[in-house]
């Protein structure tokens, strides 16, 4: 038997999102991937599909379908549902040097008057 469900409802159900509308609105806004191909909330949802969520700052989310349930589980046990294979961000340093800096200790401050 091959089992599936809602998009938007599975999102919800693995506290993905924390409303079903508020999957529904990644969903249509083109936010969610399923398999590379962008995915409408209504798109049924089996075991093994692979999950691509758009969040803020241009990070995504990857991940793969393992359980497939309708209905709401607990927030720790909602994390046996899916696997979490984003990959790890760089390293980046938080200020980066910048070559094209002015040089402020010849600037001459203006008195306001």
Known sequence: MDESVRLD?????????????????????????????HAKPHRNVREGDRIRITRPFGRHQDVIVRIVLDQHVKKAEARVLYDDVTPKPTATPSMPQ????????????RRRR
């Open 98 to 109: 910048n070559p094209m800096a002015i040089d402020t200790s010849r600037c001459r401050l």
């Open 9 to 37: 409802v599975w999102l919800d159900v693995a506290c993905l999102f924390k409303t079903r509308s508020e999957a529904k609105r990644a969903c249509e806004g083109g936010k969610v991937e399923v398999n590379a191909e």
